[in-house]
């Protein structure tokens, strides 16, 4: 059976630079290892259903060579499906984590403060979901054209999340600069602007 | 009867369907979840009964011949599993509904999970009954796809931090796993488990090792054995009582089922690839020691019993290494034991967190009078998991050491002495529970006793110091968590029978051929 050498060192070069990004700190390039193991990882599949350019289609008579197994295709599709799902979940962790990373220290501690300081987390966690009703809604009518009403009010919660944080900030003052406490993954670009 | 095989897999899934439509619901959800896992409990049962009468069932799947298909394989190891596993999801679902109930749902939010419990059973199911490679790569991402959802149930902070370190790593053991099976079909042209066992012995030494290896360590992270072990006890205390009950009990489970898969059909000892006993025997050792001394320096009780959980599987992987059919039959009882007890100890805990308003033993006091029953609740299990006579637990590492003794040589003799070592610091972590937690008297917390020998305890990461006001025990909880402890109990009943069982499991399983020929020459299964 030979196999595609292009193929090969195109699967350990993803490999290699997905293990590497896999080792990041921030989630977002955890993600992106992933998805680059993932591919690298069906390529490995792909490899072994033979020499390239034959279709998965078998007639009567044919020899081996003549066909590509189809079977790492079937396999390759089911990781791909698989993969896609893990995906999702990984870009909803990535979301909550940077929401609980805006607000910088206190975020991981929002739960258990919530008795002593109940409404600055009512606060944010109420805009939060608003954020994601939002979010729902710009995704449910993304079909049809988004009337301004919409549009404003999606605005008007975004910036109403932003006070929550500018309030959380403020009102907590004097924060620690958080040495093991340090917010998972950096929160893209604006996370660490006060 | 041998329709009764899919709907273990399909019952779930359509239950999981179910439960997510009728979300707003919460007690149609619950009529659902309780009624799919009674009905599988059923099944599996019935499966038992009849693997131990007929031999093994083999169904090929859309009535494909079988190497080219997908197989279904229950044979009496199959069948025990998914019984054992039905009993644990559907006690620890009772225990959840009756936590929900209490708490209005605000620790488990039931509408996300119900249907993602049921699928996390369906894929731990398919895991258990599938002849195919390929196809337990899918029941394994169902499994670990649903734990990942209910590992960070309401993401909070210390929920999502610990949820990230799980999935990462759950993510690494799946690329291993998925490249493994690449590798196995480059190599053999198969991914029938049977086809590939009868394939396997034509392989050169070399590529049989590497196949064997890659399979090894995709299984042996799910499992935490021990240099792959530190994502555990980091990340399952987090979750919510029942979740991380359920996860204790059968996840690292489903791994060593794996495993057990993998030396006993894919690479005998005596076959190509296969010499790995000594290496196995090694990692059990360190599993075991490693994984009890960081249980020793614990004062989170949950932190400390995932620890313990880890150590124990070194038990197991001990017993698969031994390879004789008496060690195999000891770790079949174990595995069975440390399922059920492990998930009761951790049931036992959530009760006791709900009564002491933490898990820490060095705050913790006086539950004993406080709670006598809840004492009980946990005192068994833990003097079970710590190895005292009579309980199930002595007899598992009785049994194992007995194989042990039997085999001889003098790295099984190293282990033996590591494992009563081991099962000797368990109960010293456990009964140091007890003595703080449980006996000690209120007035001395009161009264802010520190001594040196507290000091040295370890607090978990997420401790936050403070001791939350007691809630409620309600009576579901504490009837699922009764009911397991007698679970337990009846494991050293009826050992007798269950040894005798397990006696014919491991015969079953160590005869290859006769798997082989089951799944790939008898012609199929009758309809």
């Given at each position: 059976?030979?196999?595609?050498?292009?193929?090969?060192?195109?699967?350990?070069?993803?490999?290699?630079?997905?293990?590497?990004?896999?080792l990041e700190r921030s989630l977002t390039r955890v993600l992106i290892g992933f998805l680059l193991i993932g591919n690298a990882t069906n390529l490995l599949i792909l490899l072994t259903s033979g020499r390239a350019g034959r279709a998965p289609i078998w007639?009567?008579?044919?020899?081996?060579?003549?066909?590509?197994?189809?079977?790492?295709?079937?396999?390759?599709?089911?990781?791909?499906?698989?993969?896609?799902?893990?995906?999702?979940?990984?870009?909803?962790?990535?979301?909550?984590?940077?929401?609980?990373?805006?607000?910088?220290?206190?975020?991981?501690?929002?739960?258990?403060?919530?008795?002593?300081?109940?409404?600055?987390?009512?606060?944010?966690?109420?805009?939060?979901?608003?954020?994601?009703?939002?979010?729902?809604?710009?995704?449910?009518?993304?079909?049809?054209?988004?009337?301004?009403?919409?549009?404003?009010?999606?605005?008007?919660?975004?910036?109403?999340?932003?006070?929550?944080?500018?309030?959380?900030?403020?009102?907590?003052?004097?924060?620690?600069?958080?040495?093991?406490?340090?917010?998972?993954?950096?929160?893209?670009?604006?996370?660490?602007?006060? | 009867?041998?329709?009764?095989?899919?709907?273990?897999?399909?019952?779930?899934?359509?239950?999981?369907?179910?439960?997510?439509?009728?979300?707003?619901?919460?007690?149609?959800?619950?009529?659902?979840?309780?009624?799919?896992?009674?009905?599988?409990?059923?099944?599996?049962?019935?499966?038992?009964?009849?693997?131990?009468?007929?031999?093994?069932?083999?169904?090929?799947?859309?009535?494909?011949?079988?190497?080219?298909?997908?197989?279904?394989?229950?044979?009496?190891?199959?069948?025990?599993?998914?019984?054992?596993?039905?009993?644990?999801?559907?006690?620890?679902?009772?225990?959840?509904?009756?936590?929900?109930?209490?708490?209005?749902?605000?620790?488990?939010?039931?509408?996300?999970?119900?249907?993602?419990?049921?699928?996390?059973?369906?894929?731990?199911?398919?895991?258990?009954?599938?002849?195919?490679?390929?196809?337990?790569?899918?029941?394994?991402?169902?499994?670990?796809?649903?734990?990942?959802?209910?590992?960070?149930?309401?993401?909070?902070?210390?929920?999502?931090?610990?949820?990230?370190?799980?999935i990462v790593t759950s993510l690494v053991s799946s690329a291993f796993f998925l490249a493994a099976i690449a590798m196995v079909y480059a190599a053999t042209g198969t991914v029938n488990m049977a086809q590939v066992a009868e394939r396997i012995g034509d392989l050169p030494d070399t590529t049989a090792t590497l196949l064997h290896v890659m399979l090894l360590l995709g299984f042996s992270i799910k499992a935490?054995?021990?240099?792959?072990?530190?994502?555990?006890?980091?990340?399952?205390?987090?979750?919510?009582?029942?979740?991380?009950?359920?996860?204790?009990?059968?996840?690292?489970?489903?791994?060593?089922?794996?495993?057990?898969?993998?030396?006993?059909?894919?690479?005998?000892?005596?076959?190509?690839?296969?010499?790995?006993?000594?290496?196995?025997?090694?990692?059990?050792?360190?599993?075991?020691?490693?994984?009890?001394?960081?249980?020793?320096?614990?004062?989170?009780?949950?932190?400390?019993?995932?620890?313990?959980?880890?150590?124990?599987?070194?038990?197991?992987?001990?017993?698969?290494?031994?390879?004789?059919?008496?060690?195999?039959?000891?770790?079949?009882?174990?595995?069975?034991?440390?399922?059920?007890?492990?998930?009761?100890?951790?049931?036992?805990?959530?009760?006791?967190?709900?009564?002491?308003?933490?898990?820490?033993?060095?705050?913790?006091?006086?539950?004993?009078?406080?709670?006598?029953?809840?004492?009980?609740?946990?005192?068994?299990?833990?003097?079970?998991?710590?190895?005292?006579?009579?309980?199930?637990?002595?007899?598992?590492?009785?049994?194992?050491?007995?194989?042990?003794?039997?085999?001889?040589?003098?790295?099984?003799?190293?282990?033996?002495?590591?494992?009563?070592?081991?099962?000797?610091?368990?109960?010293?972590?456990?009964?140091?529970?007890?003595?703080?937690?449980?006996?000690?008297?209120?007035?001395?917390?009161?009264?802010?006793?520190?001594?040196?020998?507290?000091?040295?305890?370890?607090?978990?990461?997420?401790?936050?110091?403070?001791?939350?006001?007691?809630?409620?025990?309600?009576?579901?909880?504490?009837?699922?968590?009764?009911?397991?402890?007698?679970?337990?109990?009846?494991?050293?009943?009826?050992?007798?029978?269950?040894?005798?069982?397990?006696?014919?499991?491991?015969?079953?399983?160590?005869?290859?051929?006769?798997?082989?020929?089951?799944?790939?020459?008898?012609?199929?299964?009758?309809?």
């Amino acid at each position: 059976m030979s196999t595609s050498l292009v193929l090969i060192v195109v699967m350990a070069v993803m490999y290699a630079s997905g293990v590497y990004v896999l080792l990041e700190r921030s989630l977002t390039r955890v993600l992106i290892g992933f998805l680059l193991i993932g591919n690298a990882t069906n390529l490995l599949i792909l490899l072994t259903s033979g020499r390239a350019g034959r279709a998965p289609i078998w007639d009567r008579g044919w020899t081996p060579e003549e066909f590509a197994d189809p079977l790492p295709q079937a396999l390759i599709l089911t990781a791909i499906v698989i993969n896609f799902g893990v995906t999702a979940f990984l870009l909803a962790l990535i979301y909550r984590s940077w929401w609980l990373a805006r607000l910088g220290d206190q975020g991981d501690q929002l739960v258990l403060e919530h008795e002593e300081d109940k409404s600055l987390s009512e606060e944010v966690f109420s805009s939060a979901s608003e954020d994601d009703d939002a979010l729902n809604e710009a995704l449910d009518a993304s079909d049809e054209a988004l009337d301004a009403s919409d549009e404003a009010a999606h605005m008007e919660e975004e910036g109403a999340a932003e006070a929550a944080v500018a309030d959380a900030r403020a009102g907590r003052g004097a924060e620690r600069d958080g040495e093991d406490d340090e917010p998972l993954g950096s929160p893209p670009g604006k996370g660490g602007a006060s | 009867m041998s329709a009764l095989v899919p709907l273990m897999v399909l019952v779930p899934l359509l239950g999981a369907a179910a439960a997510l439509i009728t979300g707003p619901y919460p007690r149609a959800q619950v009529a659902i979840s309780t009624g799919g896992l009674s009905v599988t409990t059923a099944i599996s049962a019935i499966l038992l009964f009849q693997a131990d009468r007929d031999g093994a069932t083999v169904i090929e799947v859309g009535d494909w011949p079988a190497p080219w298909g997908i197989v279904l394989v229950v044979d009496r190891f199959s069948a025990i599993m998914l019984l054992v596993s039905s009993v644990v999801l559907l006690s620890v679902l009772v225990y959840a509904v009756g936590q929900g109930i209490a708490d209005g749902n605000r620790e488990t939010p039931v509408t996300i999970f119900h249907p993602t419990y049921l699928m996390l059973a369906a894929g731990i199911y398919v895991a258990f009954i599938t002849g195919d490679l390929f196809n337990l790569y899918v029941g394994f991402e169902i499994l670990l796809g649903s734990s990942y959802v209910l590992l960070t149930l309401a993401g909070t902070g210390a929920r999502i931090r610990a949820g990230t370190t799980y999935i990462v790593t759950s993510l690494v053991s799946s690329a291993f796993f998925l490249a493994a099976i690449a590798m196995v079909y480059a190599a053999t042209g198969t991914v029938n488990m049977a086809q590939v066992a009868e394939r396997i012995g034509d392989l050169p030494d070399t590529t049989a090792t590497l196949l064997h290896v890659m399979l090894l360590l995709g299984f042996s992270i799910k499992a935490a054995l021990f240099p792959m072990s530190f994502w555990l006890p980091d990340s399952y205390p987090t979750a919510p009582a029942p979740v991380t009950a359920v996860f204790a009990g059968l996840l690292t489970k489903v791994g060593v089922y794996a495993i057990i898969r993998t030396e006993t059909l894919l690479f005998p000892d005596d076959g190509p690839g296969g010499h790995f006993r000594v290496p196995m025997m090694w990692v059990a050792l360190l599993t075991m020691v490693v994984g009890i001394l960081g249980a020793a320096v614990q004062a989170d009780i949950k932190r400390l019993l995932s620890f313990t959980l880890v150590s124990h599987i070194g038990y197991m992987i001990f017993g698969v290494a031994l390879s004789s059919p008496l060690g195999l039959n000891a770790t079949v009882y174990y595995v069975v034991h440390h399922i059920t007890v492990q998930t009761t100890l951790f049931l036992a805990v959530g009760l006791v967190e709900r009564i002491g308003g933490t898990t820490s033993i060095s705050r913790l006091s006086g539950l004993l009078k406080r709670a006598p029953l809840i004492a009980v609740l946990f005192f068994i299990p833990a003097l079970n998991l710590g190895g005292i006579p009579p309980f199930s637990g002595f007899l598992g590492k009785a049994g194992l050491l007995i194989a042990g003794a039997q085999q001889g040589g003098w790295v099984v003799w190293v282990l033996i002495v590591g494992s009563v070592l081991t099962s000797l610091l368990t109960l010293y972590a456990l009964m140091r529970v007890w003595n703080m937690a449980f006996w000690r008297s209120r007035a001395e917390v009161e009264a802010g006793y520190r001594s040196t020998y507290i000091n040295t305890l370890v607090e978990s990461p997420d401790d936050e110091g403070e001791v939350r006001t007691g809630a409620s025990t309600p009576r579901l909880m504490v009837a699922a968590t009764t009911g397991m402890v007698i679970v337990t109990l009846a494991l050293t009943a009826l050992a007798g029978p269950l040894f005798a069982l397990g006696d014919r499991t491991a015969t079953e399983i160590a005869d290859r051929d006769a798997v082989i020929t089951a799944v790939l020459h008898s012609g199929g299964a009758d309809g």
